[in-house]
């Protein structure tokens, strides 16, 4: 069982939709968690920390469970902009990522 | 600011030969991470560094592969020999607390 799994998608959404990825993990000794942003042959980018009582950034909601060793991430009023790979990444001691989730968002 | 600097930004390569992967992560963070990321396996992690002395290697493939920190503004990873498998992206990052800062990464083909 890989570490850190996530549905690969593509998920293909309108503008404007509501679009959910989830990821689990199988370290329960991971204390940290992040999602990052991966744009077509660049770079990943840290989109945001996900805190145990979930947290919020604009359009970008973050939700953890650890009782399931889950973490969610909730995009709203998707943009063309969002089109991207989002990674899940756990930290049992060092970064662990996942193979992201590809995010198309069509006009 | 600079981000983190790697070069080359592309290499193509011939089997046998040796490849050195140079990056210069930004100024003050004391941590350096090597990654590799391949459409099958995604995003790995090879070594780090912390303050440059290496502190986990454990994802280092195979010997062909070394890594050095020789200070705090630069980092090599070395494939000798290359292999076709090795090809992939290499990606530099760095942190100074628990966000890494990855680099624009150096696109390897090995032919």
């Known amino acids: 069982r890989k570490e850190v799994e996530q549905d690969p998608g593509p998920f293909n959404v309108p503008e404007g939709a509501t679009v959910a990825f989830n990821c689990t993990y199988s370290?329960?000794?991971?204390?940290?968690f992040f999602w990052y942003r991966q744009d077509c042959r660049k770079e990943p980018k840290l989109l945001m920390s996900v805190y145990s009582s979930g947290n919020e950034d604009g359009r970008f909601t973050a939700q953890l469970n650890r009782a399931s060793q889950y973490i969610s991430l909730l995009i709203r009023d998707s943009k063309l902009s969002d089109s991207a790979t989002y990674l899940c990444v756990v930290n049992p001691h060092k970064l662990i990522f996942g193979t992201g989730t590809r995010l198309q968002v069509f006009p | 600011d600079a981000g983190v600097i790697q070069s080359p930004r592309h290499e193509v390569t011939e089997m046998g030969q040796e490849v050195t992967l140079r990056c210069k992560p930004i100024s003050g963070h004391n941590s350096l991470f090597w990654y590799r990321q391949t459409m099958m396996r995604g995003l790995e992690l090879l070594i780090y560094f912390n303050n440059n002395v290496p502190i986990d290697d454990s994802g280092m493939p195979e010997d062909r592969f070394s890594a050095k920190m020789p200070n705090a503004s630069f980092s090599t990873l070395k494939i000798q020999p290359s292999e076709p498998r090795d090809s992939a992206v290499y990606f530099c990052a760095s942190s100074g607390g628990e966000t890494q800062y990855f680099g624009p990464g150096t696109r390897l083909l090995v032919l």
């Open positions: 370290n329960s000794a991971s204390q940290s």
